[in-house]
């Protein structure tokens, strides 16, 4: 009945949930592992020059880290991963930390280094403890560090989400507040095993303006937090939580493309690879399964033999084999010739302005190469797949038993096997809908095509997570469904599974 299927729909549902959070953890994971640290980062960019997080010329290109935590927390990466503790940062905790960042004396900085990014990302909740630093005098060679510390971790970013719902006053009002905690660092200089000394004569006061950012009235719920906000933040105000904010809201960002939403990039993109794998799916099966039923009707004659024995040679040639000969042999004018298909995109220049006869035709001339690509090593996989199965039902009793009531050869095979035999079928196309979101990254490199997929290797190259991840999420969503489908539709290739339903 209609209710015993939409029960088994649901039930389906809901078993997918655990099944799409842990797929979300794994890629979480993946992404945390990967991820290079704020030190990684900024050593990379500063090779040969003199580190600031030494502690040297501590005031110097201060916006430059502010640029690198931006970063960080368009993706998360400044927050704890599952638990965020920060909140009960005290005023001892952060003073230790502070010792913990001065260089050692045999040369070993890179955990003193490591110590300082990781207090600079520590955010708002690092903020009180640091103030009250700055407020004793008997910790002045601390100031300098703490300054500094404070500064980037009261600094707040204005990404796209944000800008999108504070008012432009808010706006600049928060980056006047930028640009008074970054012009008033306290300059100091530390010695290996020794300790900092602040350098600055104006130190005091900076020491008061810096304080007076802090204590505003305006942004006490900011640099103040009540204690229920802080023991909320434990769960809330992690990486995990976040970026799964910003993926189920849409306001999750790329790292290469600053200020571009990912789900937009990859809308934009995604229409390309769509069209290109959709045309490239119904081509693949279209022939396939028609051919693989005249073959199995054919079995062991000359054909058979002929058309299998070219179907396997085409399935051994590499995809990028045959589309570099195709791009060299037909997509290269000769001398006082023409080449035969243009070597990149999906349309000429100025398609816009075609009429929609000439556009058709242009696409399907630029399309051409990139679908043969995409199909030919898909027509010896299904059409097998579709002969093994109808010979299995042939052989079978029910087929012996209706060619002994007199149907003739064409019933049998299109009214009874062919439709039994689809099962196996069925579960191969299980796969289809992900494969509408990609599969062409070598066809989109070879002819050039601007499609999702040249996309996504560039965002692999760039070390783009979170557009690695949406795309990921996506994938995955378009599979789990697939599969949905591809169990609704047994019952109907498949009597004996329909009773199951009714």
């Known amino acids: 009945s209609r209710s015993r299927v939409t029960a088994y729909i649901i039930r389906r549902l809901l078993l997918m949930i655990p099944t799409f959070v842990g797929i979300l953890l794994i890629n979480f994971a993946v992404l945390r592992l990967q991820a290079p640290s704020l030190m990684d980062q900024m050593r990379a960019e500063s090779s040969g020059k003199a580190s ?21 927390r368009r993706a998360g990466n400044d927050l704890p991963a599952l638990l965020n503790f920060r909140g009960f940062l005290n005023k001892n905790d952060v003073v230790a930390w502070l010792r913990r960042t001065v260089p050692p004396v045999d040369g070993r900085d890179k955990a003193a ?69 970054r012009e ?37 719920a900011t640099f103040h937090p009540p204690s229920a906000e802080r023991w909320k933040a434990i769960v809330t105000e992690t990486g995990f939580v976040d970026l799964m ?45 028609p051919l693989g039923i005249h073959s199995a009707r054919r079995r062991n004659t000359l054909e058979d033999k002929t058309t299998t024995g070219g179907l396997f040679l085409l399935w051994s040639m590499p995809t990028m ?13 000769e001398a006082g010739g023409r080449a035969w298909f243009p070597n990149a995109g999906l349309s000429s220049q100025g398609a816009f302005w075609f009429t929609t006869p000439e556009y058709l035709i242009d696409l399907a001339w630029h399309g051409v190469l990139p679908l043969l690509c995409l199909t030919y090593g898909s027509f010896t996989v299904l059409s097998r797949y579709m002969r093994g199965n109808l010979l299995d039902q042939l052989s079978s009793d029910y087929v012996r038993s209706a060619r002994a009531k007199g149907c003739d050869d064409d019933r049998v095979v299109y009214r ?87």
């Open 245 to 289: 904010g910003k993926l189920l809201t849409g306001r999750l960002e790329s790292e290469s493309r600053k200020n571009e939403y990912v789900f937009t990039l990859i809308g934009e993109r995604w229409q390309i690879s769509f069209w290109l794998n959709t045309l490239a799916i119904v081509l693949a099966w279209g022939v396939s399964i």
């Open 321 to 333: 084999f045959i589309g570099t000969l195709m791009l060299h042999h037909l997509c290269t004018a």
């Open 416 to 502: 009874h096997a062919a439709r039994n035999s689809m099962i196996t079928m069925i579960t191969l196309g299980s796969g289809l809908l992900a494969s509408l979101f990609g599969g062409s990254v070598i066809v989109e490199s070879i002819f050039s095509i601007q499609g999702l997929n040249l996309l996504l290797l560039d965002a692999a190259i760039q070390q783009d997570a979170p557009l690695l991840m949406a795309s990921t999420v996506i994938s995955v969503t378009l599979l789990l469904v697939g599969i949905l489908i591809a169990d609704l539709l047994y019952a109907v290739a498949d009597p004996r599974i329909r009773t199951r339903y009714v």
């Open 52 to 72: 600031e997080g030494s502690g040297i010329k501590a005031q110097s290109a201060s916006k430059n880290y502010e640029n690198y935590i931006d970063r960080f």
């Open 113 to 181: 280094s490591r110590a300082e990014k990781e207090l600079w990302l520590c955010g708002r909740f690092a903020v009180p403890p640091l103030a009250e630093v700055l407020r004793d005098d008997a910790l002045s060679e601390l100031h300098g560090p703490a300054s500094l510390a404070l500064g980037l971790c009261a600094y707040s970013s204005i990404d796209r989400a944000a800008s999108e719902r504070i008012p432009v006053a808010e706006q600049g009002r928060i980056q006047n507040r930028n640009a008074t905690l």
């Open 184 to 220: 008033n660092r306290i300059a100091y200089t530390v010695a290996r095993g020794r300790g900092f000394t602040t350098t600055d004569a104006d130190a005091a006061a900076k020491r008061v303006r810096l304080l007076s950012v802090i204590d505003a009235p305006i942004d006490a």
